[in-house]
Nanobody, 124 residues
């Protein structure tokens, strides 16, 4: 089993920054893909960014490319999402997720483990 715990959400003005953290525990993570998803009210959960645990390869949704950065600290079993130049449309609950393997996937159904989510609100 894998447990994921997110933190770092909050309220920020448009143009501001936030950093989300996701700390993992349980099984070892040498061959996992870690990802961030988000879900706004009334909308489906959507892919934001992903990173391979071992090699640190990254992949981003077009909507956040150039503004968000995903990274990981293997020693702390933690994945980060640095969010800059935030927009009101970035407002959502952000979820950390994990799946076995080393291939990226943008579908929520392909991820086995999920955190509880953290709210990000961007005011205009």
């Amino acid at each position: 089993q894998v447990q994921l715990v997110e933190s770092g959400g909050g309220l920020v003005q448009a143009g501001g920054s936030l950093r989300l953290s996701c700390t993992a525990s349980g099984r070892t993570f040498s061959s996992y893909v870690m990802a961030w998803f988000r879900q706004a009210p009334g909308k489906e959960r959507e892919f934001v960014a992903a990173i391979t645990w071992s090699a640190g390869r990254t992949y981003y949704a077009d909507s956040v490319k150039g503004r968000f950065t995903i990274s990981r600290d293997n020693a702390k079993n933690t994945v980060y999402l640095q969010m800059n130049s935030l927009k009101p449309e970035d407002t959502a609950v952000y979820y950390c997720a994990a799946r076995d393997g080393s291939y990226f996937n943008t579908l929520p159904s392909q991820y086995t483990y999920w955190g509880q989510g953290t709210q990000v609100t961007v005011s205009s």
